[in-house]
């Protein structure tokens, strides 16, 4: 044969995939199972070359029937097709209209693929899109037997550039058959003055307005990046989908939006963000405003341990939650995966922030996102809600587990309905929720009900799990309890040095509660309107012992006391407050919610007293005079003088608090009208 009659074919550069082609058989079949070919062109190769393919014995050709297809990438490999290919086995795309807008995300047109034969059998079509930042097509589509064309849609990709009309083209291949190709132009929707976003986007938005006009996706192994000060407004009804990375970081000044597109937006106006990734490199929100949303950031993923991270942010306005967290069955969230910190979360419909974790059968979960240093207020229930959800319509015959694990700590929660609010529900059978959160550190203040609300369904066959570790808040001025909990806790239950002051009750068990599987001591009970203790065995409140500190408390240490706040709406405490050093080093946090360290004697409430009281305790004598350093046990102080306010002097150094009180004698002042003096923290 003479190769010359064959023109070979050329290759689209700009593919960087394989590509079928024919080409004649030259030469001879020196062996029954195999061929030398003679190829015209692989990429960059001008001169024909000869290579040997294997056929298959079973796939052996006739000498007279010399049509071969061979699979030629533009890495120069060749792989050989099933025999028998014909030239006539070709496919082809058409699309319904070759322009489409940009702005067209959902099915701007329809593509149609075929051959020009009825097939048999099935056959599956590769679609591969050349620029999958313009364009987004299924991965692939299945002719059926007996027919000789599927069709498909091309979705547009709305971007926010100006990036004037383009092209993009679309390739199909399937085994056997010649590859076909079409081109789309797409057209640019976007001015200077207004942006458009939405489909499947990646990549990056520079700082701009973009309107969201239809809903936003980033799907798995992609990144979306938006640059500070940008500002997306969502269309009623469009949201945000992640189901790979968001980088949303901003700055202080510099915060990035998501809100409403409607000129006077109410809450619920757009969809929000949600967030299914899963095993993809962490999505970071930082400096952001989310509002008027439905929820304005859930986290539901699709596989255990996502990496998420909320941070400086407000979310606000939403007709749900502000924040939710649902861990559903088989899906674990294990510290760190997912954390809530230093945000605003406020004035939503539903909840500030809630942790939702499901069991459905003999199938688990867990959720221990963790929500650290917030602001959480004027939420419409509750400020943070802890839901251990089990399956009404599916148990299992041994106990498995929804388990709600959070940290929530250092967070100012303030008139919300309820401040903390968390139930574990029985399922069927042995499926039970399992509420084991740790609450410490919290300002908990002003909500309409109860501070903190915890309680455990009972059921035939198993009861729910109740054991919260309720420590070290600051629980004041709320219209119901401080702390409501139910009576069916499990082994762990714990409410040690709290600050449960000036609520309508104090310490409220819902019946009559016996405390055998309970350690609730150390607390401040104080003030409470109504009752301190309520369905309490009779020795808790009744002060019949001292504490520490020599101040009257119950056989569990807690007292009832006047905390001495630092001011009418300060929580913190004065040096010489009762509070101090009357808790337990139980479960303490080592830092209080500003990250001070609470060293060995644990302070009751959310704020550890580390500066002291400095007085004068003696009048002056010879050699000098005595002055008293008020504070907490265990700190070191060092004690500098100055008469200008500009120099000071270290006078004494290493004055350990061995006890509340402590004195030094100083040397006077001779010579100088006014000496002033302070205490200074040793590390
Ligand atoms: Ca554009
Ligand atoms: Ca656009
Ligand atoms: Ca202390």
């Not at 999958?132 to 027919?147: E, F, L, W, Y």
């Not at 924040?323 to 674990?332: C, E, P, R, Y």
């Not at 501070?451 to 070290?472: C, F, I, K, M, Q």
Request: proline content about 5%; hydrophobic content about 40%; some cysteine.
């Amino acid at each position: 044969m003479n190769t010359n009659e064959h023109e070979p074919p050329t290759i689209d550069k700009e593919f960087n995939s394989p590509r079928m082609v024919f080409f004649p058989i030259v030469g001879d079949r020196p062996k029954p199972n195999s061929f030398t070919f003679l190829l015209h062109m692989l990429e960059h190769r001008s001169r024909p070359r000869k290579a040997r393919a294997i056929v298959p014995p079973s796939e052996q050709l006739r000498p007279r029937r010399m049509g071969v297809a061979l699979r030629v990438c533009l890495a120069g490999c060749l792989t050989l097709l099933p025999v028998g290919v014909k030239a006539d086995n070709a496919l082809f795309i058409t699309f319904g209209t070759n322009v489409i807008s940009e702005a067209q995300v959902i099915g701007a047109t329809r593509a149609t693929v075929g051959i020009n034969a009825t097939l048999t059998n099935a056959l599956t079509v590769t679609i591969r899109n050349q620029d999958p930042t313009q364009v987004s097509v299924p991965a692939s589509v299945s002719i059926p037997a007996g027919s000789n064309t599927a069709a498909f849609n091309v979705d547009a990709v709305n971007n926010g550039d100006l990036d004037g009309t383009r092209s993009v083209t679309i390739m199909v291949d399937a085994d056997g058959f010649v590859a076909a190709s079409a081109t789309l132009q797409i057209t640019d929707d976007d001015t200077p003055t207004h942006r458009t976003i939405g489909g499947r986007l990646f990549g990056h938005l520079s700082t701009n307005t973009y309107w969201v006009t239809a809903n936003l996706t980033v799907e798995t192994n992609r990144t979306l990046t938006i640059d500070p000060l940008s500002t997306l407004l969502f269309a009623s009804g469009t949201g945000l989908t992640n189901a790979g990375t968001l980088l949303a970081a901003g700055n202080l000044g510099a915060e990035i939006r998501f809100a409403s597109a409607l000129p006077n937006p109410t809450n619920g106006s757009w969809e929000g963000l949600t967030f299914t990734s899963s095993g993809a490199a962490q999505t970071v929100l930082d400096h952001v405003e989310i509002a008027f949303a439905q929820t304005g950031v859930l986290v539901v993923p699709s596989a255990s341990q996502p990496s998420f991270l909320l941070t400086n942010s407000a979310i606000h306005h939403c007709s749900l939650d502000g924040v939710g967290v649902h861990a559903d069955h088989l899906i674990t969230i294990d510290f760190p995966a997912v954390q809530l910190v230093s945000n605003q979360i406020y004035q939503n419909s539903r909840h500030g922030v809630n942790i939702y974790a499901y069991v459905y059968g003999c199938e688990l979960s867990r959720n221990s996102a963790s929500v650290v240093g917030n602001d959480i207020f004027q939420n419409l229930s509750a400020g943070v809600h802890l839901n251990a959800d089990a399956s009404r319509s599916s148990g299992c015959p041994a106990i498995r587990r929804s388990r709600v694990s959070s940290l929530v700590a250092n967070n100012s929660i303030h008139g919300n309905k309820y401040g903390i609010y968390g139930y574990a529900r029985k399922g069927l059978l042995k499926s039970i929720g399992s509420l084991y959160p740790t609450i410490q550190n919290n300002l908990i203040l002003n909500n309409t009900l109860d501070g903190v609300w915890l309680d455990a369904g009972v059921g035939t066959h198993a009861v729910a799990e109740l054991y919260p570790s309720v420590v070290n808040n600051t629980i004041v001025r709320n219209g119901g309890a401080g702390i409501l909990h139910g009576t069916n806790t499990t082994i762990g239950f714990l409410i040690e040095n709290n600050l449960v002051v000036e609520n309508n009750y104090g310490i409220l068990a819902s019946a009559v509660f016996a405390d055998s599987n309970a350690a609730v001591a150390c607390n401040d009970v104080w003030a409470n309107a109504l009752s301190n203790w309520i369905n309490y065995p009779s020795g808790y409140g009744a002060l019949t012992t001292n504490n520490l500190n020599g101040t009257p408390a119950d056989p569990k240490m807690n007292i009832s006391a006047d905390p001495l706040f630092a001011g009418l709406e300060d929580f913190r405490l004065q040096p010489t407050s009762p509070a101090v050093d009357a808790g337990s080093t139980n479960r303490a946090p080592t830092t209080d919610s500003k990250g001070q360290n609470r060293v060995m004697f644990p302070d009751i409430g959310y704020d550890e007293v580390v500066q002291p009281l400095l007085t004068i305790a003696s009048s002056l004598d010879s050699p000098g005079f005595q002055l008293s350093l008020t504070s907490g046990r265990g700190y070191q102080y060092s004690i500098e003088s100055t008469t200008d306010f500009q120099t000071w002097v270290t006078v004494v150094t290493n004055v350990t608090m061995t006890n509340r009180t402590v004195s030094v004698r100083l040397p006077s002042a001779s010579g100088e009208r006014c000496r002033f003096y302070r205490a200074t923290l040793q590390p």
